[in-house]
């Protein structure tokens, strides 16, 4: 495969909005984590490298150095030199990876797996956010399932009466001065008195 179908990848990400170059823009992209792969041209200086790893670091990306020099990488971003870009889009980034593991798989073969298994997934969840919208969309909601029977209470034992009830039912009785007395005859179960015999007047007479 040619290298410049590799370039002509990378400018149309350019234009695309998919990359950016320098190492200001492309420390800032990897700190937001927003960087899926790090290029660095093949006669960067050990500086620039130390730095595009601690950037690769910090970004949980990968770093590559690409089979381009500055110059090259430069013309065809409109550029004097480039050192450093980064792909921002998991899908760029894979294929243009993917185009150099074709031309030096030792090289690039293992980076090419990871970002392919990366924008695989990436894909997948694209799918779902976009069926989930068309379901918001279209009024659809995910079917609940349906709840087990609850099963019958048991019974519940009669409340005791509180401390409280008790007592306000004792203040409610009359004390027993106050309790009206029976409207009886005191003396109903007495015996009468017989008079004549026996008497205390006829005693006395005696």
């Not at 910090?58 to 690409?66: E, F, I, N």
């Not at 709840?147 to 034992?157: D, H, T, V």
């Not at 409340?159 to 005859?185: F, L, V």
Request: proline share 7%.
């Amino acid at each position: 495969m040619d290298s410049n179908n590799i370039l002509s990848l990378l400018g149309l990400a350019l234009r695309g909005g998919r990359l950016v170059m320098g190492e200001e823009p492309v420390e800032a992209v990897a700190r937001t984590r927003d960087a899926r792969v790090l290029l660095l041209a093949s006669d960067a200086a050990d500086n620039t490298r130390r730095r595009v790893e601690h950037f690769a670091v910090a970004g949980q990306c990968l770093w590559l150095r690409v089979p381009f020099t500055k110059a090259e990488l430069g013309r065809q971003f409109g550029r004097t030199s480039v050192a450093v870009a980064a792909v921002t889009d998991v899908g760029l980034a894979s294929a243009v990876v993917n185009k150099l593991a074709a031309l030096d798989p030792e090289a690039y073969g293992e980076a090419a797996q990871k970002l392919e298994l990366k924008a695989k997934r990436a894909a997948e969840r694209r799918a779902e956010q976009q069926a989930h919208e068309k379901n918001l969309r279209t009024g659809k909601r995910k079917v609940k399932k349906a709840a087990p029977p609850e099963e019958p209470a048991a019974p519940k034992a009669p409340a005791r009466p509180a401390a409280g009830d008790a007592a306000e039912r004792r203040k409610s009785r009359p004390s027993k001065k106050n309790r009206p007395k029976p409207r009886t005859d005191p003396y109903a179960h007495s015996r009468p008195v017989k008079k004549g015999k026996g008497s205390f007047r006829k005693k006395e007479q005696s």
